[in-house]
């Protein structure tokens, strides 16, 4: 049995788009830290997103998937070669091709898929590394949470790839390439910053941004009453803000870790202040996931309420964190 497999770094980080984003990367010589992958990704936001082909109202913390990786490589100048196919064959061509060339791979899949994940939910914005394979196996990079360096079967990763449904893309594969002369990152970190927080204040639609977070805040009272099953459906609600690849504080700690780092690199009293809030907002982030899973625990509706009432402090204080962000340009 012959086996392909690329040199590469395999230790896993705390978001899947991230981890993908730093394999990638640091192949190419460039090593970021997660934060700063995040925060110049233009990674952080908010949704309130509810309907009826929803058994739950889903919280989110991040931007769509793949539009990280697509405003990074615009913000780091990367040449990214997307590839998307509905055809199977040509999908493992657009990748084996990359592998036998000594390039690792990202992919977008449905995580539901993969052997290795125990947490059977589709997920169709996932995103892994792929670094070699053999004649029945995928070797992956994931996130530490699902053990780094890791393997699936060919077949699973084809089902995959190819799953159809929200957030799914048609077996979309990526590369990224570094200019031969890459821009250094602290100059991007203001128009990186900048954007997200444009974007956060000024959303097109209230269940975004802070306005989606202060929709949130008067809507979370009610979940008990939305809920068919309160334990199962509160409870998970709670564990994706906290565990789902978010890093915690549904993206918060990441952002506010990004922040921090930028202090370092910019004398700004505007970043600054957009860090202090930020790690207030972390802590209050991981306080409402507490709330609620309190509340599915004990069926006491006088959590989500302390829930919804922290979630409108929280809208408070990321609409004054963004404010002061949005004038580093000044």
């Not at 090593?31 to 309130?48: I, K, N």
């Not at 699902?146 to 590369?175: E, I, K």
């Not at 334990?231 to 549904?250: F, K, S, V």
């Amino acid at each position: 049995m012959t086996t392909t497999l690329i040199d590469v770094d395999t230790y896993g980080m705390q978001h899947c788009e991230t981890t993908a984003l730093g394999v990638l990367l640091r192949h190419q010589g460039l090593d970021l830290s997660e934060p700063m992958l995040f925060g110049l990704g233009r990674g952080l936001s908010f949704v309130y997103w509810d309907g009826k082909n929803l058994d739950f109202p889903f919280l989110g913390g991040r931007v769509r998937p793949f539009e990280l990786t697509r405003n990074l490589a615009d913000g780091l100048e990367l040449e990214m070669d997307v590839r998307e196919t509905a055809s199977p064959r040509r999908a493992w061509e657009n990748v084996s091709a990359q592998i036998t060339a000594g390039r690792p791979v990202g992919l977008q899949l449905d995580s539901f898929h993969l052997d290795y994940f125990t947490s059977k939910v589709h997920f169709g914005g996932h995103v892994v590394a792929l670094y070699g394979y053999d004649e029945h196996t995928a070797y992956l990079v994931d996130t530490a949470q699902q053990g780094g360096a890791v393997s699936t079967s060919l077949s699973s990763l084809a089902r995959a790839r190819a799953a159809r449904g929200p957030m799914t893309a048609r077996n979309r594969s990526f590369t990224v390439t570094t200019p031969r002369r890459p821009p250094d990152p602290r100059t991007r970190i203001v128009p990186a910053v900048t954007a997200c927080a444009d974007a956060f204040l000024r959303p097109p639609i209230a269940n975004l941004g802070h306005r989606g977070i202060e929709k949130a805040g008067k809507l979370v009272p009610g979940w008990l009453a939305r809920a068919r099953e309160p334990r199962r459906d509160l409870t998970q609600a709670a564990r994706l803000m906290e565990r789902a690849g978010t890093g915690g504080a549904l993206f918060r700690n990441l952002y506010r870790d990004f922040l921090a780092e930028c202090t370092a690199l910019v004398d700004s009293a505007h970043l600054r202040t957009g860090h202090r809030l930020y790690a207030e907002a972390a802590v209050l982030w991981t306080q409402t996931a507490e709330l609620i899973a309190r509340a599915g625990q004990s069926d006491e509706g006088t959590y989500l309420v302390r829930a919804g009432a922290v979630l409108g402090d929280l809208a408070r204080i990321e609409r004054e964190a963004m404010e002061a962000l949005s004038r580093l340009t000044e």
